[in-house]
């Protein structure tokens, strides 16, 4: 089981840039996939970016495609998202996830394991 923390929120303009990270406190986080989902008041939680357990595999969500790059350090215990070129749109509190296997289906629900999440304020 993974025990994960964000950190890196915080509040920043239009266009600034913010790398926000998750922390894994047990020893098995290189077996799992990882994940980065948002959720803005009032709307359901959103996928956003995903990483296979080697880092080999990516994908994203088209709404931050060339702007968001998600990473791992498996050494470290730890997963990234470097979030470049922020909208006002992309306001909303961050959470990690991680499950035991990559998939291109990355609904919320297969997902075992979430941090608390981190706030993420883009001011236009």
């Known amino acids: 089981q993974v025990q994960l923390v964000e950190s890196g929120g915080g509040s920043v303009q239009a266009g600034g840039s913010l790398r926000l990270s998750c922390a894994d406190s047990?020893?098995?986080?290189?077996?799992?996939?990882m994940a980065w989902f948002r959720q803005a008041p009032g709307k359901e939680r959103e996928f956003v970016a995903a990483?296979?357990?080697?880092?080999?595999?990516?994908n994203y969500a088209d709404s931050v495609k060339g702007r968001f790059t998600i990473s791992r350090d498996n050494a470290n215990n730890a997963v990234y998202l470097q979030m470049n070129s922020l909208k006002p749109e992309d306001t909303a509190v961050y959470y990690c996830?991680?499950?035991?296997?990559?998939?291109?289906?990355?609904?919320?629900?297969?997902?075992?394991?979430w941090g608390q999440g981190t706030q993420v304020t883009v001011s236009s």
């Open positions: 047990g020893r098995t986080f290189g077996r799992y996939a």
């Open positions: 990483i296979s357990w080697s880092g080999g595999s990516t």
């Open positions: 996830a991680a499950r035991t296997y990559y998939s291109a289906n990355n609904a919320p629900a297969g997902f075992s394991s």
